[in-house]
């Protein structure tokens, strides 16, 4: 009962093989799972559908699409082809939403007010292929430490400005607490999103200091670090978000461990810190 | 006359002592100076008063007070004591504003909310020090990525929302670009700064990718990473701002390089990056 909404994002144990990812899942006794496109792919977009199906497991979310800031031409064209068939690969693997990491600055360019508009240009050309698809586009807001290099969208409340110009069932924002924790108006913008209907995912892991040396894999386990899981599972909770809950750690310590073991602590984690709240 | 706004500040030459520091400000032809309070204290408070002076520099601001987000207690008065102690420091040594880095959470807590109300608290209790030495009290939002160890002010807009709750004359905020160029409504927080009166220092450093392994020390020079310093200036002086611009770059290689060098490279991204736009 405790995990029953409980997802493991297949990014925890990233040197996993996906039917590794699946077993582990099941074994730790956790009912979803969020797939990455990368391992999909090399086991097979069909393979990995049925593996998932006859595990019993739901698939909460895929990983990602996005990177479209680029200025138009065959570089964001290629990128709008590329996130059509991510939408078709969740759609394959009955995942509800894809999770769009929207890209940093283009190569060179210090023009983060253009490269912001060209991610509202992106998901308006690209909701119509969602909607057919059955998928919501999740845009995740990353912590304002990556807005160079990997998302120009840097809070929820931008987050929820950008899906607001789009109809709830294609655009929606995924809330992860390590990327908005620290956002002054958490509480005022995760009730918005909720009261829009537009959370796809909340994403759990925490933030650890001090900042690793690669800042990208900077997370811990719930309980590691310094965020408050229960202040802020209340605040999904109050928002009526009624979903699958993701953990989602990128950190080498946690991809260097045995997977069966990861899955097993990412899911006691999960009891002790976010369950108790729901 | 394209440096007559330009300040460095001294962290930017940090293993330079007061003296060399002012002498390498001078000779880069840099009429102003940041100081901070622990090479101060080492030259001697009246000593440094009076080196600036005779050099003829300005003093723009000193860093720094703040670190008073703890609760009630022995630290906590220590920390307002200390405060009172930078705000007479500020005035003694000539400079308008003193600049508060807030703090992060308390050792063991995740209470942001609280820390951050705490902030507040501190302020009413200081403005009145700040009032009677003619200084004013510079919150500096710090990037989100130091929230949980530095500086539970995260963004320009809740540095504003803290300011206003006082005179002009005696809490304002600190604009600086490394912290806040991924602000999503930048344009409109500037303004609203300049529009209250409460820009009280804008210092410049650029946001360079990868993030350096101690992400204390990932700054660079202007035109070194991503910022567009011709646009965030053009927001500063629409806002009104008509005082100093400090450079202060917390960077180990620039540290380990000669001060001399430093001071002139300052200055000369200064007047490449910076000046025209004024």
Chains 1, 2 share one sequence.
Not at 98 to 124: E, K, N, T
Request: net charge negative.
């Amino acid at each position: 009962m405790a995990l029953d909404r409980f997802s493991l994002n297949q990014a925890t144990v990233k040197y996993a093989s996906l039917e590794t990812a699946v077993r582990v899942t099941v074994d730790a006794g956790i009912p979803s799972i969020g797939l990455w496109r990368e391992p999909v792919a090399e086991f097979g977009l069909e393979a990995s559908a049925r593996a998932v199906r006859d595990a019993g497991l739901r698939v909460s979310s895929l990983c990602r699409g996005g990177f479209f800031t680029h200025v138009e031409g065959p570089d964001r064209r290629a990128a709008m082809d590329d996130n059509r068939r991510a939408i078709e690969e969740a759609a394959t693997l009955g995942a509800p939403t894809l999770v769009l990491v929207v890209g940093g600055l283009p190569h060179g360019s210090r023009d983060l007010v253009g490269a912001r508009s060209r991610v509202a240009d992106a998901l308006a050309e690209l909701a119509p292929s969602a909607r057919a698809g059955g998928v919501s586009l999740a845009i995740e807001a990353l912590h304002p430490m990556y807005a160079a290099d990997r998302a120009v969208v840097s809070s929820l409340s931008q987050a929820l400005d950008l899906a607001q110009q789009f109809d709830a069932r294609d655009v929606q924002v995924v809330v992860d607490t390590f990327h908005i924790w620290w956002e002054p108006d958490l509480a005022a913008q995760v009730a918005r999103a909720g009261r829009g209907g537009r959370i796809a995912s909340y994403q759990v892991c925490d933030w650890v200091t001090p900042i690793a040396p690669d800042a990208l894999l900077s997370r811990g386990y719930p309980g590691d670090g310094h965020i408050d899981f229960a202040a802020f599972t209340r605040l999904v909770v109050e928002a009526g978000y009624a979903g699958d809950i993701e953990m989602e750690i990128f950190r080498q310590e946690v991809w260097d461990d045995d997977p069966t073991v990861v899955a097993r602590h990412a899911a006691a984690t999960y009891e002790e810190h976010v369950a108790p709240y729901l």
